[in-house]
Nanobody, 125 residues
Framework: QVQVVESGGGLVQAGGSLRLSCAASGRFFSSYAMGWFRQAPGKEREFVGNINWSGTGTNYANSVKGRFTISRDNAKNTAYLQMNSLKPEDTAVYYC??????????????????WGQGTQVTVSS
């Protein structure tokens, strides 16, 4: 069993940066792939990106590629989402998710076993 908790959300101006953290409890964090999703008001939850168990492989949605970076620190049981050049359309609740396994390409919600409660990111124009 893994519990994940997101933090770091907030209000930022367009063009700014924000880093989200995803702290995971439980054993064997390093054997879990981690993903980030987001849900804007009135829209379905969408894939942002994911990182494999070792941190050597990442996968991103086209809408954030080149602006967002996912990393992890297995010693701290934490994954990160660094968001740069933020746009108003990045405004959403951001969710962290975890799944046991070594996969790198995990773009579907159904790929994941455990979810956090989400953290709000608001980008003002």
């Amino acid at each position: 069993q893994v519990q994940v908790v997101e933090s770091g959300g907030g209000l930022v101006q367009a063009g700014g940066s924000l880093r989200l953290s995803c702290a995971a409890s439980g054993r064997f964090f390093s054997s879990y792939a981690m993903g980030w999703f987001r849900q804007a008001p009135g829209k379905e939850r969408e894939f942002v990106g994911n990182i494999n168990w070792s941190g050597t492989g990442t996968n991103y949605a086209n809408s954030v590629k080149g602006r967002f970076t996912i990393s992890r620190d297995n010693a701290k049981n934490t994954a990160y989402l660094q968001m740069n050049s933020l746009k108003p359309e990045d405004t959403a609740v951001y969710y962290c998710a975890a799944v046991a396994g070594l996969g790198t390409r995990l773009p579907r919600e159904s790929d994941y076993q455990y979810w956090g409660q989400g953290t709000q990111v608001t980008v003002s124009s």
